[in-house]
């Protein structure tokens, strides 16, 4: 417990001495004393008080002495061989397919829909599809005019109407 209330209270000024004289990845991960991390091309051991230590590039640009190998950046949690930048590839990567995945078996599910909606009616039709307003009354649920809009409905077509004219012929 008194560890843990006295590194509360140090700053990362307290415990650079005791990470920075550190020269290999292992031992600094390794460290009782103070947590450090290790940068691998500047090849240094340095304090990271971040409480995710891994994340602590996105809060703490200057983490490392050379700002380009931030992301590099290796910690206690995960080891040597596992960097920032290798786990957040690793948890992109995996949203992404479950993602990629969920949007396909929604497309399949819907394309199954759409085909069952258009299979079953006898030779000769059609379907197209046709905008329509809303009335004010829809089944029997009163709506506000703000929330009149528009609906799109599909409309059977017989072969046998295909010839009928668009417009009434005026006579």
């Known amino acids: 417990m008194d560890l843990q209330?006295?590194?509360?209270?140090?700053?990362?000024?307290?415990?650079l001495p005791i990470c920075w004289h550190i020269n290999d990845c292992w031992?600094?991960?390794?460290?009782?004393?103070?947590?450090?991390?290790?940068?691998?091309?500047?090849?240094?051991?340095?304090?990271?008080?971040?409480?995710?230590?891994?994340?602590?590039?996105?809060?703490?640009?200057?983490?490392?002495?050379l700002w380009s190998e931030r992301w590099e950046v290796r910690t206690r949690g995960l080891g040597c061989h596992v960097s920032t930048i290798t786990l957040l590839t690793c948890v992109?990567?995996?949203?992404?397919?479950?993602l990629v995945m969920g949007l396909m078996a929604l497309a399949f599910r819907v394309g199954k829909w759409v085909g069952e909606k258009w299979k079953g009616k006898e030779e000769g039709w059609w379907k197209f599809w046709r905008w329509e307003t809303w009335g004010w009354r829809r089944w029997g649920v009163w709506k506000f005019e703000w929330a009149r809009g528009w609906r799109v409905t599909l409309v059977?077509?017989?072969?046998?109407e295909e010839r009928t004219p668009l417009l009434a012929e005026e006579g």
């Open 5 to 15: 209330s006295s590194r509360s209270n140090e700053t990362f000024d307290d415990l």
């Open 27 to 65: 031992p600094c991960l390794r460290e009782k004393s103070a947590p450090c991390s290790w940068c691998p091309s500047s090849m240094t051991c340095i304090p990271n008080l971040s409480t995710l230590q891994i994340l602590a590039p996105i809060a703490n640009a200057d983490i490392c002495p």
């Open 92 to 98: 992109v990567s995996v949203v992404s397919t479950f």
């Open 156 to 160: 059977d077509v017989r072969r046998d």
